[in-house]
């Protein structure tokens, strides 16, 4: 594919970019090598390749849900600047 000034311009229309003249030309230049390098990739041979969604071979690996004691509420409330009816006190933030 051949990257043209049209080109570069209907991709600062979709972007909402505005490029100057030499980031024009590097982003040309950019892209053909990027272009040329996906052509190259294409030459490879892997119809005996196994399609795959990730490089790893990976599965969930969930924990067991367990049920653990939780902290006292008034020992979680000792520090607290505020607090009222067991629960931390905050400043008003909306009004």
């Known amino acids: ?51 795959v969604s990730h490089p790893f071979a990976f599965t969930n690996n969930f924990r067991d849900d367990v049920l653990t004691p939780s902290a006292d509420r008034d020992t979680i409330l000792a520090n607290a600047p505020m607090k009222k009816d067991g629960c931390f006190k905050v400043p008003k933030t909306v009004e």
Do not use: C, G, P, W
Not at 19 to 45: C, M, Q
């Open 1 to 51: 594919m051949r990257i043209d000034n049209e080109l570069i311009e209907y991709l600062e229309d979709l972007s909402r970019l505005k490029l100057s003249e030499d980031e024009e030309a590097k982003a040309k230049t950019d892209l053909e090598k990027i272009l040329n390098y996906i052509d190259k990739l294409n030459e490879l041979d892997t119809s005996d390749m196994e399609e």
